[in-house]
């Protein structure tokens, strides 16, 4: 219950502030937000942590599906991508599922 009206007080401050700064500071924000997006510093960071971050998982996905693999049914194993190759389907697939072309 706690937890639910800090809830309802932080939404109504952020309503009340909010609606005291008006439209302009939302403008204001908002054209700060797009020129952080555009910065190539941050693009480039961005774009590294998401690389970094497929390949992290498909490590794991590639962990997990030879720990189980052998335990899982067929039927299963055809809906997960990891196991499809074990299965017979996946040919030309990466871990992701996706061609790599």
Do not use: C, I
């Amino acid at each position: 219950m706690r937890y639910k009206v800090t809830f309802v007080v932080g939404l109504a401050l952020g309503y009340v502030l909010g609606t005291r700064a008006g439209r302009e500071r939302y403008e204001q924000m908002k054209k700060s937000a797009r020129e952080l997006a555009q910065n190539p510093a941050v693009r480039n960071a961005a774009e590294t942590a998401g690389h970094s971050g497929r390949q992290f998982a498909g490590r794991a996905l590639s962990a997990v599906g030879d720990k189980v693999g052998d335990a899982v049914p067929a039927s299963l194993a055809g809906r997960v991508r990891s196991l499809r190759g074990r299965v017979g389907g996946g040919a030309g697939e990466d871990e992701w599922g996706t061609s790599n072309t």
